[in-house]
DNA sequence: TCAATAGTGTCTCTTAGACAATATCGC
DNA sequence: GCGATATTGTCTAAGAGACACTATTGA
């Protein structure tokens, strides 16, 4: 384990990775004895990571917490409490950092390989600077984790991006213009682009990420965004309206100076009949 | 976390789930102190789960083991050790199973819903059986585990299943007709199952299931066997021919009183070739 | 009228899948 | 010869993908 400079140190405020987890109404004793004496509510050795997709402008975004003190970024992740199931725990997080009451979490794998611990984000240093009393003896956040990655669609448009005490900054960035992740994140993120990708051929992804009424243009750039590749607006349009997934409205959308597309909506009762019918190939 | 029946802890040897990971040489002290005092060596609450499929004459396979003392069988799994990689862990189980050298493992889920734990392998009763000192206080065999779940595809015919004193039986199960299994491990070969489809759809799968030459009927009932449909033999020989996935040989394969049927090899170049360029879909 | 984007139909090629007659082997 | 299994080719239908012109809008 690494020894964190001592700027970063002396910028960590006394609060903590816990505060994307709970309400920070609480009193910051109450945090840093959650975090200091974290076995009690929390698993040993185990912790959530999301990488929370979300579109915007014919941008793949993700969402990502620079913490205080820290040059680099990090995925909203967080740790899994004891009776609590490892997705709910991811649901834990990505409320606490977009706000959303709806959302859809896919397990894309776990990560556990012991060199993704060889730089970790708490250091002896580090958390005596928040209790200067604490007992170091085999303290829970310097040993290794293991973490169960997530990948969430969310609706760009709905989400409000939450920092808080221990990460002033949280933002979406763009999936092809990532600044530097600590730790292993940047792999992490990489199987989960890779298991969007084999999702998206699989299942009609619009739902999640497209607002309510949208354009034939819209729908196809998402999928240009996300699967990295043009597509003939023929055959595109085509494939979508042949299955029934889309439905075309009696309104426009007005863009200017250029031809007005319809708008559509989704045929929600078609979408969960092909789901349920097992995997479908949209595009 | 439900008390065992009195009949099981009678049973019980003095070895372990450990036994499943170390040489059976080492003194029962000793493997008894790896188990009552685990978390010096193991990640607390993490383990592995394996499901090892072989084939074998038209029938999907899947290797199980009965505990001693207990009626329902188990999935091969074990803890994991600290800077182990999980996949690390799983192969090491699969290995001490199994005796294969070669094994190709994927992981397919992890396992977190705490519900997963009500009915627990361990009690206190039965701890307190291998060492009446033990100390119960937050034990760590007592507590909730996550499980990554593997699965293996392994060569039926190289394998040779392997009992110990935690474990006497140890065999293969056809997928059609499983025992009652433990815990939640039917939950995880059912996703086990469901990843095998997947993966098959993918990838060519006979280099792992088939023995080095084969005929064009065994692979095809291999195919059947793991998708669980019937193919149509001119169809399913055009595909996978033209693919240029095997090659015939110069032999027939003596089957009786009926005509002989080639025998094939895999061009493992045209192989790997093909999973390079990602995603390919043999059948 | 112009610049920009939306919207639309046809053709070809590939592939999946249906389908059955002949060849070979051991007895 | 017979019973059993292996081997082989053609046709059709569906879908993917290539391809380009016209329509609409607002400035």
Known sequence: ????????????PKVHYFASMEKTTRKDSLINDQLINGENYYYRHISVDNVIFGYHDKELKVLLLKPNGMEKWLLP????????????????????????????????KTFGNPERNKDSFWTADSLRHIDDKVD????????????????ALTEYSMVRPTG????????????????????????????????????????????????EKFTIPD???????????????????????LLGLVEKLDEKKSI???????LYKFNKSRYEELIKNGEIIVI
């Open 77 to 108: 992740g967080g740790y899994v409490l004891k009776n609590e199931s490892l997705e709910k725990a991811a649901k834990r997080v990505v409320r606490y950092r977009t706000h959303l009451k709806k959302i859809n979490l896919f397990q894309f």
């Open 256 to 262: 200017g100076g250029h031809r007005s597309p319809f």
């Open 219 to 241: 729908i196809q750039a998402l999928y240009e965004t996300i699967l990295d590749r043009k597509m003939d607006n023929r055959n595109f349009t085509k494939k979508i309206t």
């Open 1 to 12: 384990m690494l020894v964190q400079n001592d700027e970063r140190i002396k910028k960590m």
């Open 136 to 151: 170091l003896t085999n303290h829970w956040l310097l040993d290794n984790f293991i973490s169960v990655g997530y990948f």
């Open 164 to 211: 808080d005490f221990y990460a002033e900054e949280c933002q979406w960035w763009d999936v092809k213009n990532l600044p530097e992740l600590s730790f292993d994140h940047k792999e992490i993120f990489k199987e989960a682009l890779v298991g969007l990708k084999i999702f998206t051929y699989h299942h009609p992804i619009g739902i999640e990420l497209l607002p």
